[in-house]
């Protein structure tokens, strides 16, 4: 099954920059990382988990909330089989533990999912 490993997770302050990696493997039935849309998500304890930012298949398009849109860029490296989260500017409330997943077509959904990384931003 497909597995996801998120990195580059820690402890910043506030107005500082951290870059979110996120690995995939175990692609199956004839597909690779390339036929996978991407996306990051956030979950605060108590809260909604939210999608921060999404990337289509060739990364010819992003979507972003609008809580991070004009700080935070998604971007992928198909031959690395990566997607990465670069983040700047940023504020307490981006604190939460982030997750990256795929799905195959938006309407099938986010299915696979990794194990987080936690960020923090001190103010």
């Known amino acids: 099954q497909v597995q996801l490993v998120e990195s580059g997770g820690g402890l910043v302050q506030a107005g500082g920059s951290l870059r979110l990696s996120c690995t995939g493997a175990g692609f199956t039935s004839g597909r690779t990382f390339s036929h996978y849309i991407m996306g990051w998500f956030r979950q605060v304890p108590g809260k909604e988990r939210e999608k921060v930012a999404s990337i289509t298949w060739t990364g010819h398009a992003t979507s972003y909330s609008d809580s991070v849109k004009g700080r935070f860029t998604i971007s992928r490296d198909n031959a690395r089989n990566t997607v990465y989260l670069q983040m700047n500017s940023l504020k307490p409330e981006d604190t939460g533990t982030y997750y990256c997943?795929?799905?195959?077509?938006?309407?099938?959904?986010?299915?696979?999912w990794g194990q987080g990384t936690q960020v923090t931003v001190s103010s």
């Open positions: 997943a795929c799905a195959i077509t938006a309407a099938t959904g986010f299915r696979s």
